[in-house]
């Protein structure tokens, strides 16, 4: 996805925040002809409401009356826009299927998959994979796992192999279980080859 679309939809974004929330609308300056204060004002607003948008965002995620389509794209937004901050968010609904509304056969953007908290947990790199890795030693569901095993293996089976046995090595936790998750992953591995 190109940055200036990527740009439009965050201001789309901070634009239905603020109507819904009697927030200050934020203009982007004209990055061309702009003033240092102008564009440093700018960043700070952006940057101090960044998390009250994530926030926003999960809530109307939680909100019953949210379509499984615009749920979708909120957790495909959460990672596009980088909210590392929603890194726990997304592993705990990397199962959401967002087409399971049959009733839509599409979507706009050019990526919402089945599972956009896949595509959203890739996109924020390293921080996500240790926080799947730490969710691993406790999740007991076969789908959940494999869905955060084969998150990992978008980074390459020799890379994601790499960082399960350099993460879980640093947490001191213990060769059997190393080895069973290793083995899970490459299990994995093989069958999205």
Do not use: W
């Not at 999960?58 to 957790?75: L, P, V």
């Amino acid at each position: 996805m190109n940055t200036k679309l990527i740009l439009i939809m965050m201001m789309s974004c901070l634009y239905c925040y603020a109507d819904t929330n009697d927030l200050m609308t934020i203009t982007l300056p004209d990055f061309t002809t702009a003033s240092s204060r102008e564009l440093g004002r700018t960043s700070l607003t952006l940057l101090k409401n960044r998390k009250e948008q994530m926030e926003y965002m999960i809530s109307q995620f939680n909100d019953e009356k949210t379509s499984i389509e615009a749920k979708g794209y909120i957790i495909y937004l959460l990672g596009k826009l980088r909210y590392d901050e929603a890194i726990p968010f997304l592993v705990k609904n990397i199962d959401f299927d967002a087409h399971s509304d049959k009733s839509r056969s599409y979507y706009m953007l050019e990526t919402v998959a089945k599972y956009p908290a896949i595509i959203s947990l890739y996109e924020l790199n390293l921080p996500a994979i240790q926080a799947i890795l730490i969710a691993l030693k406790t999740e007991t569901d076969p789908k959940r796992r494999r869905l955060m095993l084969f998150t990992i293996k978008q980074r390459g089976s020799n890379v994601g192999k790499s960082l399960i046995e350099t993460e879980l090595k640093n947490r001191n936790d213990s060769t059997n279980y190393i080895n069973s998750v290793i083995t899970e992953y490459g299990a994995i591995s093989n069958m999205y080859r």
